[in-house]
């Protein structure tokens, strides 16, 4: 009797660890295209393809902040598409408005045709002129959640893979957000005390954070005697006035950085949601590493790449200049900034930046990102050149002026 006791036992445990073995195995990822994209100041990523029967090549941003998939109003009007009124609304960072779409389209990337999206309609000429090119739409949660996304800095290069098992590469962090249309990532800010929060992992966002006035009332994230520098960026609904600073150390996974520049803005719009979120991570500082961004899984692996260990961008000018007609040409300058104090002026039509002439916005952001201290800069007012001195501020400077 002992014994046969014995051998039921054996056979429960034996059946039990059968059991435990099992497990389903989705099938193997496999890799649909493969092809390169150009980068914009700040990390913004920009991918060319076709929309439905049109010829014409558009410009897209890559953007895991974006809720769907979007057009440019202007471009929607030049390949005569049907745009349909609706009743949603788009949130953005200085307004909400309702938008029309233009549904049932299909994306065409490089290998890969993307059939039955519906894209809303918005005006991106601001962006535009930011960014110095036709911005034609945005890519976003439409196009992520059909596919496994390989995102790698080192070679701009993208390659998408169908859902399915997919080996990350040895090293690296897995990230697992939580995703509404959105990730949403915990990070860490470190200032005048360690503080977790809960940001949208925005690849649309050209900065490295962006934090809501209100969490950082709340948390008291910033040490006493922080300085803040006026600035501006832009986003739906237009201009947005905000202000520049510095986190001793921001973690992201098992990453830290040290001394990153962050933006503290007022979240009029709710975008933030607070307190579900405290801002947004950047394409700035998420640019440093390899993604592959996995939205079936709700994952983000990331692997620090060549960019890594660059330094950040600590100029601060208070100088906002956008592509107008062809001319680099001066809108905006903050008071009391370097830019004020070396006498800019709307309407400045800017020639040469540190003896570099052109008409190429990207260059001239990246000489005053790039530049501390005096920079001679050349503009043209009202038909006559006049040569001003502009004494770029380095943000880790204890005082503003």
């Avoid at 100041?41 to 769907?68: E, H, P, W, Y």
């Avoid at 990230?175 to 925005?202: E, M, V, W």
């Avoid at 503290?264 to 307190?275: K, L």
């Avoid at 201290?373 to 380095?394: A, F, N, Q, S, W």
Wanted: glycine letters at 10%.
């Amino acid at each position: 009797m002992k014994r046969k006791w014995m051998l039921k036992v054996v056979g429960c445990l034996w059946g039990l660890s059968l059991q435990a073995q099992e497990e389903f195995i989705p099938p193997q990822s496999v890799l649909l295209t493969r092809f390169s994209y150009f980068e914009l100041s700040g990390g913004i990523m920009i991918l060319q393809a076709r929309v439905g029967n049109a010829k014409d090549t558009l410009n897209f941003v890559l953007d895991t902040g974006s809720g769907g998939i979007s057009l440019d109003s202007a471009t929607v009007l030049k390949l005569k598409l049907p745009a349909i009124p609706s009743e949603k609304i788009i949130r953005g960072l200085n307004g909400m408005r309702t938008v029309s779409f233009v549904n049932g389209l299909t994306l065409h990337l490089p290998g890969l045709s993307v059939e039955n999206l519906d894209f809303h309609v918005n005006d991106y000429e601001l962006l535009s002129s930011v960014y110095g090119m036709k911005i034609d739409g945005i890519i976003g949660f439409s196009f992520l959640r059909r596919y496994i996304v390989k995102i790698d800095f080192d070679e701009d290069i993208i390659e998408v893979y169908t859902p399915g098992s997919y080996k990350y590469p040895k090293g690296g962090y897995l990230l697992k957000p939580n995703f509404s249309t959105l990730p949403l990532q915990p990070a860490y800010i470190k200032d005048s005390r360690l503080i977790l929060g809960r940001f949208i992992f925005d690849t649309g966002a050209g900065l490295n954070m962006l934090l809501s006035e209100d969490f950082v009332t709340d948390s008291a994230v910033f040490r006493k005697g922080r300085v803040f520098f006026p600035t501006q960026a832009e986003g739906l609904g237009g201009k947005k006035l905000m202000n520049l600073s510095l986190v001793r150390e921001v973690r992201v996974g098992s990453y830290k950085f040290k001394k990153v520049p962050v933006h503290v803005f007022s979240d009029d719009f709710n975008v933030t949601a607070y307190p579900q979120m405290g801002g947004i991570i950047g394409n700035d500082l998420m640019r440093r590493f390899n993604m592959i961004v996995n939205y079936p899984e709700m994952s983000i692996h990331i692997k620090p790449n060549k960019h890594y260990s660059e330094p950040f961008d600590y100029s601060y000018t208070g100088l906002a200049f956008y592509l107008v007609n062809g001319e680099v040409k001066v809108e905006d300058i903050m008071q009391g900034s370097p830019a004020e104090k070396a006498g800019f002026m709307p309407g400045d039509i800017i020639f040469s930046v540190d003896k570099t002439i052109g008409k190429d916005i990207k260059t001239y952001r990246n000489i005053f990102q790039n530049s501390l201290g005096r920079i001679p800069v050349m503009v043209i007012r009202e038909g006559h050149p006049v040569i001003l001195t502009m004494d770029v501020k380095d943000i880790r400077s204890r005082r503003r002026n």
